[in-house]
C-alpha cells in the first residue's frame, strides 16, 4: 500500500506575468516504456504580441499570364494552394510539374522572413469524461530543492500524453487543460483571447483522434494514398498530383472502389469525438498550416487528409448521406475568410462544455469586426453573449442574416433570451435557408435597438402573406424517415392547397418538389451539378415510388442531390400560404403566422403576432426562416421578373458567386435587375470591389460619385426606394 506521507501536494498556479504577456508551456519528460508515470514541468514564457509578418510573397501576375498563354488545349497551366506551377491535361486529368525550378515555389518564392522566437507544439484535442483522470507529476524546483506537486488530468489527454512523449528529449507542448488556469476566471477570460495568437504561432499543430486500432490504422493509411494523388489549385478545385498513379481519382464520377472494411473504417474514423468539438475546429484551421492527425501512433499529414476527404465528398455516390454530411462538415474546416454567418452554420452542430463557447469558440477565426466588439466574460450569460454577437454583426454588415438561426420551437428550456437573439447552444436545429434566394434583394437592414429596451429590436418590411396551412407531420432530423415525409406531404397537398394556388395546374408537381430542394436547379444555377427541373420532378416520381421500409443504402438515398434535399428539410414542415404559394418552415410555424421580407434578410421569415405597440407597428416573435417558392429574387417587393429576363446565380471572372439576369432570346447578361431604375440612380453608381470580410454573405458595392461614400447594399432597394414606388412597408417590433 502507498505511504500517503509520500504523496505530492497539489499544484497550485502561480499568477502569468501580465506586464511580459505570460502564457504556460508543457515540457514533456521523456520515459522509458509507455506506462510509466506521466511527468511535465510547467514554465512561465513571455509571449509578447509578434508584429504582423509581411505579406507572403506572390507570383508576378503577368508572367502567370505569360505563362499560361504559351499552353494550348488541351493543356493549361494551374496554381495549386501550395503555390506549386502543374500543367494540366484537361481532356486526360494527366499533370506535369514545369521543368523550370525557378518558377516553382521552392526557388521563386523566399521562405518567410518572420520567425516567432517561442517553439512549442498547440495540442488540439477533446477533454472527454470528467469523471476519469490520472495524477501527472509536476516537476520543479524551490528555493535551491527538487519538487513534485500533483495534478489531475483527464484520460484522454493522458493517453494522448503518453503517445507523444520520446524516450530520450522533452517535448515542448501548449495543452489548455494544464497551460490555463481552469478555476481562475480573469485567467481564462485572458488566456481565451489569445488562443489565435498561440495556435496560429505554433510550430506544429497536433490533432489527436485518440487511441489507435487496426481499423483507424486502415483508414489513415487509405486516406493517406488517396491525398497524395491530388493537389488543390487556386481556382478552387481538385487535380490530380504529377506522377498520380490514379490520375482520374479526383473525378466526381470515378467511384472509390474500396472495401466494406475500408468504408466502415473511414466512416468510423470520422465520428471520432475530436470532429464534433466546437474548439478543435478553430484550432486546426489557425494551425491547418503544418497541422498533422494522429490516432495512436500513426500520424497523417492534415493536408492530405483534407484533400482525400473532399475528394470524397464529391463523389456522386456514397455509402450513406450521413457519411457525406460528415464530410461536408470536414471540408468546411479548410475554408479561409468565410463569414460569422457560414462558420455558425457549420458550429450549430458542434459540442462544447460551456454554451459561451459557441462564440468564445469561434472568435480566432471570425472577422476582426465581430472579435474586438465581444468580450470574452465566462460570468456573462449565455443569451447576453448570443445577443452581443448578434448586434455585433447587424451593426457591422447591416444585414439581419443571423436571423436564420432563429427557431421558436427549438430553445432550451433555460434559454432566456428574446425570439430574435438565436439560441446558439442547440445542436438540433431546422437546416438554414439557401443565401441565393434574396427574398429582399440586395438591401439593408433598417433596424432600431435601445439599451432601455434590450430585448426588443424593430426592423422594416412587409407582411407579403400569412400560413393558411401546414403539413401533420415535421421532416425527421434522424433524415432516416425524411422521404417518406415527403410523400405524405405530398398526400396532404389536396388538402393543403385546396382553396387556391400560386401556381398553373400542371406546374403543381413542379413546384412542390422545387418548394423542397429550394430551386437548387440547373435552370437557376448554371454550371453546377444540380439537376434540372425536368430530372427533379422524375426524382419525385421516384420518391413517391420508395417503400415505407426503405433502406439507407438504397440508390436514391446515395444520390447527392437528394442528400443535399434531405438536408434542407430536416426540422421543417411543409407550407401553404394564403397567397397560394408553397414552401417549407419551422417546426414551430402554425396557421396565421406572418411570412414576412424583411429588408436586409435574403428569406422571408415567419413571425407570430404577440400584441399591437401602436396603429403602425405589432410585436412579434420570430419563428425562424423559411423557404416559399414564387418569393425569390425580391418578387414580393418588385414584382415579377419580366420576360425575357430570368435571374440566375453563378459565379464572375473572380469566382464570386453573384445574382445576374440573363435575356433567355439575345443571350446578354447583366448585373441591373431590369425592374430597378437604371443607373446611375440619385448619384449612385456600381463599384469595382473585393470582398472584405465586414461584407456580408450576398451584397453588391455602390458609390456616390459626388461623395465618394459606398455602401454594400443597392440604394435603389433602400425603404425610401421601396415606398416611393408603392412598396407598403411597416415597422415589426421583435420580441
Request: hydrophobic share 35%.
Amino acid at each position: 500500500m502507498d505511504d500517503p506521507t509520500n504523496t505530492p501536494p497539489i499544484y497550485e498556479y502561480q499568477p502569468l506575468d501580465s506586464a511580459t504577456q505570460e502564457i504556460r508551456l508543457v515540457h514533456l519528460l521523456p520515459a522509458e516504456t509507455f506506462s510509466d508515470p506521466i511527468r511535465l514541468r510547467l514554465v512561465h514564457a513571455a509571449f509578447p504580441r509578434p508584429q504582423p509578418p509581411p505579406p507572403p510573397p506572390t507570383r508576378d501576375a503577368q508572367l502567370f499570364e505569360q505563362l499560361q498563354r504559351e499552353y494550348s488545349f488541351p493543356w493549361r497551366l494551374e496554381e495549386t494552394t501550395a503555390g506549386e506551377l502543374i500543367a494540366l491535361n484537361v481532356a486526360t486529368g494527366q499533370t506535369f510539374p514545369l521543368d523550370d525550378p525557378e518558377l516553382q515555389p521552392a526557388a521563386s518564392i523566399p521562405p518567410p522572413a518572420h520567425e516567432f522566437e517561442l517553439s512549442y507544439e498547440a495540442l488540439s484535442y477533446t477533454w472527454g469524461d470528467t469523471g476519469v483522470f490520472e495524477f501527472a507529476t509536476i516537476e520543479g524546483t524551490a528555493d535551491g530543492a527538487d519538487v513534485r506537486r500533483r495534478l489531475g488530468i483527464r484520460q484522454n489527454l493522458a493517453s494522448a500524453l503518453r503517445h507523444l512523449r520520446q524516450p530520450d528529449d522533452t517535448r515542448v507542448l501548449w495543452v489548455d487543460a494544464i497551460c490555463i488556469n481552469q478555476d481562475d476566471i480573469p485567467e481564462r477570460n485572458q488566456q481565451v483571447k489569445r488562443m489565435m495568437e498561440i495556435y496560429t504561432l505554433a510550430r506544429r499543430v497536433i490533432a489527436w483522434l485518440g487511441n489507435g486500432d487496426e481499423s483507424s490504422e486502415r483508414a489513415l493509411e487509405t486516406l493517406r494514398y488517396v491525398g497524395s494523388q491530388l493537389r488543390s489549385t487556386k481556382s478552387g478545385r481538385l487535380i490530380a498530383a504529377p506522377g498520380a498513379v490514379e490520375p482520374r481519382l479526383w473525378r466526381n464520377d470515378t467511384p472509390a472502389f474500396f472495401t466494406t472494411d475500408v468504408w466502415h473504417s473511414i466512416m468510423a474514423l470520422v465520428e471520432r469525438p475530436w470532429f464534433y468539438r466546437i474548439w478543435c475546429w478553430q484550432e486546426i484551421k489557425l494551425g491547418s498550416r503544418g497541422a498533422i492527425l494522429q490516432c495512436g501512433h500513426v500520424t497523417l499529414r492534415w493536408r492530405e487528409f483534407w484533400l482525400s476527404v473532399l475528394c470524397l465528398h464529391n463523389k456522386e455516390t456514397l455509402p450513406s448521406r450521413h457519411f457525406r454530411e460528415r464530410c461536408r462538415h470536414i471540408v468546411f474546416l479548410q475554408y479561409e475568410g468565410e463569414s460569422i454567418v457560414n462558420l455558425l452554420d457549420t458550429a450549430r452542430s458542434k459540442g462544447c462544455a460551456n454554451p459561451r463557447d459557441k462564440i468564445y469558440g469561434l472568435l480566432g477565426i471570425t472577422p476582426a469586426y465581430l472579435a474586438s466588439r465581444v468580450t470574452v466574460d465566462y460570468r456573462r450569460p449565455p443569451a447576453l453573449v448570443y445577443k452581443d454577437a448578434f448586434m455585433a454583426h447587424l451593426h457591422a454588415t447591416q444585414r439581419l442574416d443571423l436571423l436564420k438561426h432563429c427557431n421558436l420551437a427549438e430553445r432550451g428550456d433555460l434559454y432566456h433570451g428574446p425570439s430574435w437573439v438565436p439560441d446558439w447552444s442547440q445542436t438540433e436545429f431546422a437546416a438554414p435557408i439557401l443565401s441565393e434566394q434574396l427574398s429582399s434583394g440586395i438591401s439593408r437592414a433598417w433596424f432600431t435597438y435601445k439599451d432601455e429596451n434590450p430585448d426588443k429590436l424593430r426592423v422594416v418590411g412587409t407582411a407579403y402573406t400569412t400560413i393558411r396551412s401546414v403539413s401533420t407531420g415535421v421532416a425527421s432530423k434522424a433524415e432516416d424517415e425524411t422521404l417518406m415525409m415527403v410523400r405524405e406531404w405530398y398526400d396532404e397537398l389536396p388538402r393543403l392547397a385546396a382553396a387556391k394556388s400560386a401556381y398553373q395546374e400542371d406546374d403543381t408537381d413542379a413546384a412542390f418538389i422545387l418548394s423542397l430542394c429550394m430551386d437548387r436547379t440547373q435552370e437557376r444555377h448554371p454550371n453546377t451539378h444540380f439537376l434540372s427541373v425536368y430530372k427533379w420532378v422524375a426524382m419525385l416520381q421516384s420518391i413517391l415510388r420508395l417503400e415505407p421500409d426503405g433502406r439507407d443504402d438504397d440508390p436514391l438515398y446515395q444520390q447527392r442531390e437528394i442528400a443535399n434535399t434531405i438536408q434542407k428539410i430536416r426540422g421543417r414542415r411543409f407550407i401553404v400560404t394564403e397567397s397560394g404559394h408553397f414552401g417549407t418552415a419551422p417546426s414551430g410555424a402554425q396557421v396565421g403566422d406572418v411570412v414576412s421580407l424583411l429588408l436586409g434578410t435574403y428569406a422571408p421569415i415567419v413571425l407570430c403576432p404577440t400584441s399591437s405597440v401602436s396603429e403602425s407597428t405589432e410585436s412579434f416573435q420570430v419563428v425562424g426562416e423559411c423557404y416559399v417558392h414564387g418569393l425569390s429574387d425580391a418578387v414580393g417587393l418588385l414584382g415579377p421578373v419580366p420576360n425575357p429576363w430570368r435571374p440566375i446565380i453563378t459565379g464572375d471572372a473572380l469566382g464570386r458567386q453573384r445574382h445576374w439576369f440573363l435575356n433567355v432570346i439575345t443571350g446578354e447578361l447583366t448585373l441591373d435587375d431590369p425592374r430597378l431604375p437604371p443607373l446611375p440612380y440619385r448619384g449612385w453608381e456600381r463599384a469595382v470591389y473585393e470582398r472584405s470580410e465586414e461584407d456580408p454573405a450576398v451584397f453588391e458595392r455602390f458609390v456616390h460619385l459626388e461623395t465618394g461614400e459606398t455602401v454594400n447594399h443597392d440604394p435603389r432597394m433602400s425603404a425610401e426606394a421601396l415606398e416611393a414606388r408603392g412598396v407598403r412597408l411597416r415597422t415589426f417590433e421583435l420580441v
